[in-house]
DNA sequence: CATGAATGAGAGTTCATTCAT
DNA sequence: TATGAATGAACTCTCATTCAT
C-alpha cells in the first residue's frame, strides 16, 4: 500500500544526528545523569522528539556507545593488514584514544552492556582486534603473553589517565599511551603475576 | 551541667564512622547516584542523620574521597625512606590499587574537586609521593623523565582497566600494574611525545 | 477537473470505518486510555489520518457512541408495532446488552455527553423506546409506575453486573436481565420508593 | 534501640486520611485518570507526600477500595444475625449503594484487583455477605435460585443506573434497588437462563 | 541530638494534537 | 489526502534537603 521501507525523512535524519551531537556533548559535560530535557534543549528540539529517536534514554546512550565502537572496528579492520603490525597496534589504540579524548563516554559503557547492538559492533571490534594483537605479537612488536583482551581493556586508559587533571593538555594522552606502549614491549619485560581474562 | 563535649562524641563518632562504611558500601554497589537515604538505612540511622554529620552528599563524598586520600598520603609517607626505593613505588601502586580494588570510588573523585579537605590531603600526599618517585628515579628504578604528576595520574589505572570487564578476577589488576610499571622501567625506554603535566 | 465528489471519498469511507471499528477494539480491550496512536496502528492508517475524519479524540469516541445508540433506536423503531408489546420491549433489552456485551463502551458515554450527533440519536432512542415502554405498560406486560426514562436508565445494568466479574460467562447477563425483568413485570410488584426522573 | 512501633506521628496520620479524602473526591469527580498532583493539592500537601503514604498511585486507590469494602464486609457481619433475614439484606444493599452514591468509585475497583490486602476484606465481605443471602434464602425472602455470587455483582447496579443520568435526585438509586429487589422475590419469578456464576 | 514526615524541583516518559513533507 | 515527525503539557515517581516532633 506505501511504498515499504520508504526513505527517512530529510529532516528526521538531521535531528537524529543533532541528537546524538548534543547527547555526546551533554553527557562529557555533565556525566551519566545529563538529563533528557537539557539534551534536547542542546539539540534544539522538544523533548518529546528525543524519545521519538531514542525510545528510552538507556536507547540513546546505545546508539552513541555503538556508534564509537563501530569507528573504532572499523579502524581495527583497516589496519589488520598492515606491513608494519606493531606501528599498526599503536596506530589503532591512537586513534581510539583520540576519539575519546573528544568525548569520553566510557561510564556510558555500562549503561549498554547488555544491548544487541552494542554486543554486535563490540564482537566486530573484538574479532578485528584480535587480528591486530596477534600480528603484532607474532612480529614480536608486543610481548608473547599479551592478548587481545589485554589490549581491549586498556585501550580507554591513556584517556582515563589524563581526565584526572582539571584540564589536561589536548594531547597528553600520548605521554601516557607511550609508557603503556613501552609496558607491552618485548625489552625488558618482566613476568606477568596474572594470567589474561578470557576473551568475552 | 554535662560534662561539655565527651558523652556524645562517642555516638557521634560511631555514628560517622558508620554512616562513612555505609557510603562507600553504597556508592561501590549503586554507583555515584546511590541515594542518601539508602545509606542511610545500610548505616541504620535515619536520614537526617547523615545530614547533621554531612551537611550535603557533596560533603560526605568529600569525606569519603578525603579519607581514601589520606591513606595514601600515609602509605606514601611511610614508604619515602625504604632502602629500595623502586621497590617502595611499586608497593605504593600495589597498595593504591588495593585500596581501590576493595571500593572504586574514583568516580566520587570529580564530585569533590573542590573541597578544602580533599585539598589539604591530596597535597600532602602530592609531597609524599614527590619524595618516593624522586627517590625511585634517581636510584635508577624509573625513567628519567617520570614525574610524580605522571605516577599520580596513573595510579587508577590497573583498576579502571579492569573495571572494563562485569566481573574481574580479584586480582587482575596486577597484571596490568605489572604492565604499566614496566613501562616506567628505564630498559628498553622510548623517549616520550609530550611533556609531564605540571604539578597541581 | 476531477469529479468532485466520488473517488477519494470510497477511500475515505473505508477509513472511517476502519477507524471506528479499531477504535472500538481498543476501547473494549484499554478502556477509555486506549491510546490514538493504537488506534491507528490497529486500523492500518497513520495518526495524522484519525484526526483528518475525526477532528479530536472526544469526536472519535462520540462517534462510536452515537453509532451504537443508532443501533438500538432502530431496534426500538422495529420492535414498536410488535403485536406482544411485552415480548418486544424484553427482546429490545436483549439486543441492548447483547451489543454492549460484545464492546462494552460505556465508559465512553460520560465522554460523549455535550456532543449535538450523539444528543440527536439518543432524543430518537428516547423517543423509539418511549413507544416500546408505553405500550409494554399499557398491556400490563410491565407495572404501571414504570416509564421510558426508567428503562433506558437501566438498559445497561446486566452488562454492568457482569463485568465486575474478570471472566464472566459470555450470557451470563441473561441471568441479571432476567432478574431486573421480573422486577419490571406487575406481579407482586412493591411500591417504588421515588419516582421516576424526569425524561432528559 | 529506638523503641520499637513507636506511635504513628499525628500529623502523618492527619495527612493520610486527609490524602484519602481527597483522592475519593478526585476520583469521584475526574474518573480514574484523576492526577496524583490534583489529590495532592486537594488535600493541602506537597505531592511527594502522597507517594511517601501511598508508594504508588495503584496503592493509594488499593487503599480507597480496600477501606470501602471493610465498610462493607463490617455491615454485612452486623446484620448477620438479624432476626428478619430478609429485611437485613435489603439493608445491606441499601448501605451498599448509599456508600457508593456518596462517590461511586466502582471503576477502581479494576485498578486494585490483584492488591492482597483488597483481597483479603473482599473475601472477608464475601463470607458474610454469604450467611446474610444463606439466611435470606432459606426463609424464604428471595428466591431459592439466588447465590452471594449474584448479590455480590448486583450490589452496585443501582447506583451504575442513575450514574447515567447528569444530575441525579440524590435518593433515585432506592427506585432501582426495590426494583431489583423485587426482581430477586419469589412471587412471580421466573426461571433463570443462566446459571449462577462460581463463588470467587 | 535523632527522627522521619514533608517538601518541591526535576527526572524519564506518554500522548493528543499540529503541520511540513 | 495521507503520512509520521515534532511539539509541549501533563503524568508518575525520585530524591536531596528542611524542619516539626
Known sequence: MTPPDRPVRADAARNRALLLAAAEEEFAERGPSASVADIARRAGVAKGTVFRHFPTKEDLIAAIVSEHIAVLAEAARRLADSPDPGAALLEFLTIAADQRQRHDLTFLQSASDGDPRVTEVRDALHANLETLVDRARTSGA???????????????????????????????WQRYLAIIFDGLRPDGAHPLPQPAPAAP
Open 142 to 172: 608486543i610481548r608473547a603473553d599479551i592478548t587481545e583482551a589485554d589490549v581491549f581493556l586498556m585501550m580507554c586508559a591513556p584517556i582515563h589517565i589524563v581526565e584526572n587533571l582539571p584540564a589536561p593538555a589536548p594531547l597528553l
